[in-house]
């Protein structure tokens, strides 16, 4: 698996989590990279991405709770989540991206990581 998602868990409303990504294999070194997530029932979708230069964007639900960073010396991706609310609740991913979708071309997902709000 190229990219490797952690740091979810359960948390109560109002917590924090961080998550990471890491490309071990520096597969997408230099590419914009995002997070997405996944609930039950429910389509993909755009969390945050970053560029390669630090330039973010956020889907509107999660601006100001959720930043996303990158350590490029490490190929490490992060995505810190605070004030989490139940509607967080998913499964999330990280993957290249162009804007706010994935790379056509990527196709390894991975497990994911798996982050449950409750009240």
């Known amino acids: 698996v190229q990219l490797q998602a952690s740091g979810g868990g359960l948390v109560q409303t109002g917590g924090s989590l961080t998550l990471s990504c890491i490309d071990a294999?520096?597969?997408?070194?230099?590419?914009?990279m995002g997070w997405f997530r996944q609930a039950p029932g429910k389509e993909r979708e755009f969390v945050a991405y970053?560029?390669?230069?630090?330039?973010?964007d956020y889907r509107d639900s999660v601006k100001g709770r959720f930043t996303i960073s990158r350590d490029n010396a490490d190929n490490t991706l992060f995505l810190q989540m605070k004030s989490l609310k139940e509607d967080d609740t998913a499964r999330y991913y990280c993957?290249?991206?162009?804007?706010?979708?994935?790379?056509?071309?990527?196709?390894?997902w991975g497990q994911g990581t798996q982050v449950t709000v409750s009240s």
């Open positions: 294999g520096r597969t997408f070194s230099g590419y914009s």
């Open positions: 970053i560029w390669a230069g630090g330039t973010r």
């Open positions: 993957a290249p991206t162009v804007g706010r979708d994935p790379r056509p071309d990527f196709r390894s």
